[in-house]
């Protein structure tokens, strides 16, 4: 039951018309001011428009290209994969620059129907629409889904009157400034521990209870101070091969390219490993994991989770020794620095499969500080992850309170205080 004042129209009822861009083809690159660009999905799937997600034109295909974003306006994706399809970002300036392809639609408001846009955008944002439209979209591709026209235009929405619309409006836009700001500083506090890392990984900064003497030797990996070692990875760790067989059921781990080692069910809400685990290899606590044929896009992990864990075959176990801090090497093994040595080392193997199997990983070099500087490096990195970890939790709490918030408002379970002359015009 709606609130007093409030009533039920469809889509169709609120806007004009819903104008769609036209698909031109553009180059792998952002247009650069005094270019032309087209657009992409991207720019949408956030829920925050993102202009800079846009592909500079082809010269002979600009003319053709037809519909600008326009400020006060809304974009819809009417075709992507079933859990982004329908999503939407509000325009706030004409930008004369960049035009939209056949995957976007612009509403455009009614001229004698007013109805304040940005309120309407966060009622398309919002998770029961969202839903509502993954459920309408059709399409036998196991990826793609699309929305007909008429599927928009027909959604029912809940609509206050325009005073109230406006205050909604205004709230839920404060709480974007606000988490704005936080993904700020989180970005900043991300890029402050890289640049941690890159420094007192390389020795180009050395902390203060490890002085050196300044001298440095070269290696590939670069200038490295003369106090730490440069060593192959065979020399300070071994492969672990143990199958599983008959043995204790463990639980069965997957290896992620930004969180490492995850227990596959938990992160994937639904088995993806074979039913069959006895060829999987065992994994005991303090082991490193890394995916054979996808290490080249950093997936990487360390085994802390279980006393014991399984892995598919597909993967590949190593245990450091005791020359080794498994948080410093662990930390070295991520950077995108390495990232790229293994990319370099996937396509210089003789494997035709792309793999980086463990007798040509084991002689990639490494460099190692003595082990209590391992040690206190990786605490320092440690540290800054916490910092970085913290931001992070506050951004996602305030996204869900904002979520919440958004449900109450856009369906009039809460109410905003209005000024007292627009309520008693309400009244």
Same mark, same amino acid.
Do not use: M
């Given at each position: 039951m709606l609130p007093k004042g409030w009533e039920t129209k469809k889509l169709r009822d609120l806007i004009d018309r819903a104008d769609a861009g036209v698909s031109v083809n553009g180059e792998d690159q952002p247009a650069r001011p005094g270019e032309f660009g087209v657009l992409k999905i991207s720019s949408v799937t956030s829920g925050i428009f993102r202009p800079e997600e846009n592909k500079v034109i082809r010269a002979e295909e600009l003319q053709r290209a037809s519909v600008h974003p326009e400020a006060d306006r809304i974009l819809v994706s009417r075709s992507n994969t079933e859990s982004l399809v329908g999503a939407s970002a509000y325009v706030a300036e004409d930008l004369p620059q960049l035009f939209l392809p056949d995957k976007l639609w612009q509403l455009q408001p009614h001229a004698e129907h007013p109805t304040h846009m940005r309120w309407l955008s966060y009622w398309l944002a919002a998770n029961s629409t969202r839903s509502t439209l993954s459920k309408l979209a059709t399409g036998t591709s196991g990826s793609m889904k699309n929305i007909g026209k008429d599927q928009l235009l027909s959604l029912s929405v809940p609509v206050p009157p325009l005073a109230e619309q406006s205050r909604i409006a205004q709230i839920l836009f404060t709480w974007d400034q606000a988490i704005a700001t936080l993904e700020q500083l989180v970005e900043a506090s991300m890029q402050q521990?890289?640049?941690?890392?890159?420094?007192? =990984?390389?020795? *180009?900064?050395?902390?203060?209870?490890?002085?050196?003497?300044?001298?440095?030797?070269?290696?590939?990996?670069?200038?490295?101070?003369?106090?730490?070692?440069?060593?192959?990875? /065979?020399?300070?760790?071994?492969?672990?091969?143990? $199958?599983? /067989?008959?043995?204790?059921?463990?639980?069965? =781990?997957?290896?992620?390219?930004? $969180?490492? =080692?995850?227990?596959?069910?938990?992160?994937?809400?639904?088995?993806?490993?074979?039913?069959?685990?006895?060829?999987? *290899?065992?994994?005991?606590?303090?082991?490193?994991?890394?995916a054979t044929n996808h290490i080249d896009e950093g997936s990487i992990g360390y085994q802390n989770l279980y006393d014991f864990g399984l892995v598919s075959p597909m993967y590949t176990v190593f245990r450091a020794d005791d020359d080794v801090d498994d948080a410093y090497l662990f930390a070295l093994l991520k950077t995108e620095h390495y990232r790229q040595i293994f990319a370099s080392a996937t396509n210089a193997s003789v494997d035709r499969r792309g793999s980086l199997r463990w007798k040509d990983f084991r002689n990639l070099k490494i460099p190692l500080p003595p082990k209590d500087e391992q040690r206190a490096i990786a605490n320092v990195l440690a540290r800054a992850s916490e910092e970085v970890d913290l931001l992070q939790a506050q951004l996602d709490l305030l996204r869900e309170e904002k979520s919440a918030l958004m449900s109450q408002l856009l369906t009039g379970k809460r109410r905003v205080k209005l000024p007292e002359v627009e309520a008693e015009e309400l009244a």
């Open positions: 521990r890289l640049l941690l890392s890159q420094q007192i =990984l390389t020795g *180009k900064v050395c902390l203060a209870n490890f002085p050196t003497t300044g001298r440095k030797q070269k290696t590939p990996y670069g200038d490295l101070p003369v106090e730490w070692a440069y060593r192959r990875i /065979g020399e300070v760790a071994a492969e672990v091969s143990k $199958k599983q /067989g008959d043995g204790e059921p463990h639980p069965v =781990l997957s290896c992620t390219k930004h $969180k490492g =080692l995850v227990d596959s069910l938990a992160y994937f809400n639904k088995q993806v490993f074979s039913a069959d685990t006895s060829t999987y *290899k065992v994994v005991p606590r303090g082991c490193f994991v890394y």
